[in-house]
């Protein structure tokens, strides 16, 4: 079946897209978000050539087709709304499930898109650090520092994939974010924290702690969250004529020195703990901490 068939068919059995609340993709899987799973004929689903499985998981309906995804993915986004940024906010609003589902919806919408330059990038790392050990390349050559600069740059700009991603999932403007978090890890911002002004690192009077952002997960995640809410609130209260450029001003002036002064180190910080717990785990025995973080995978 082709790609363009398959999705069509796949539309109409989860119940058409007025059934759909969101649609993400991750590395072999539809992971839809439904209105209502009755609509959907899972059993028709998984008889369609083309599909492997259908998995109900985590408040989302999961339609496992393997490596050919984002073809399937971008078919549906040809026929429908639903890869558009505009139908994700629109449909932001809606929730379904405990907390537990939608914590999972949560965090699979945000890394899903991510998962293959992930592992693409986490592979060429490891790759380096053998051709490193037995020899082949030297850390100081030119084509090894450009290697590494492949590998590492989307772990250093983390904050800025994450802030894309997070934004689409909770329907704020994805340049905006962007902007959040690119000024997060601006170079001025980087240097202050081991070079500090005269005067000491403070906003308006308010002193605070200054972190290193690259890299990180948590802060800038939780910051697109709240930005949501803000950008939605001055959206509803300025006037039209004015609020495509006074949205994004005050939700940034608003959001990124919260991050900076409350957010982000309390993120920081949450991060630093859970990998030492992890590294707690691994000293005290490695058979638990792979238990550990297996179960908790």
């Not at 959907?40 to 339609?63: D, H, M, R």
């Not at 078919?75 to 537990?100: H, P, Q, W, Y």
């Not at 959001?255 to 990998?275: D, F, H, S, W, Y």
Request: aromatic content about 8%.
């Amino acid at each position: 079946m082709s790609h363009e068939k398959l999705a069509k068919e796949i539309l109409e059995l989860v119940g058409g897209e007025e059934n759909v609340v969101s649609l993400v993709h991750c590395a072999t899987r539809l992971r839809f978000v439904l209105k209502d799973n009755a609509k959907a004929n899972k059993e028709k689903l998984e008889n369609t050539p083309g599909v492997i499985t259908v998995k109900e998981s985590g408040g989302q309906f999961q339609v496992v087709i393997g490596n050919t995804v984002p073809e399937v993915y971008a078919e549906i986004g040809k026929i429908s709304n639903l890869t558009s940024d505009a139908k994700k906010v629109a449909n932001t609003g809606e929730r379904k499930g405990n907390i537990f589902s939608r914590l999972v919806d949560v965090i699979s919408s945000i890394f899903a898109p991510l998962l293959g330059v992930l592992a693409g990038a986490g592979i060429l790392k490891g790759l380096l650090a053998i051709v490193t050990k037995v020899g082949w390349l030297v850390p100081t050559e030119s084509t090894y520092i450009i290697l590494n600069a492949i590998a590492d740059s989307l772990f250093y700009f983390l904050p800025l994939l994450l802030a894309v991603t997070s934004a689409r999932k909770f329907g704020s403007n994805p340049f905006v974010a962007m902007t959040a978090a690119g000024t997060l890890i601006y170079p001025t911002i980087v240097t202050m924290k081991t070079t500090p002004p005269e005067g000491g690192i403070e906003f308006f009077g308010i002193p605070f702690t200054l972190m290193n952002y690259s890299s990180t997960v948590i802060p800038i995640i939780i910051a697109v969250w709240l930005m949501s809410y803000v950008e939605k609130f001055f959206n509803k209260v300025i006037h039209e004529s004015v609020k495509n450029f006074l949205t994004p001003l005050l939700s940034l002036v608003l959001i990124v020195p919260l991050t900076l002064i409350v957010i982000g180190p309390l993120g920081v910080i949450a991060g630093e703990k859970v990998a030492d717990l992890i590294l707690v785990l691994l000293n005290l025995n490695p058979i638990i901490a792979g238990a550990v973080i297996g179960a908790s995978w």
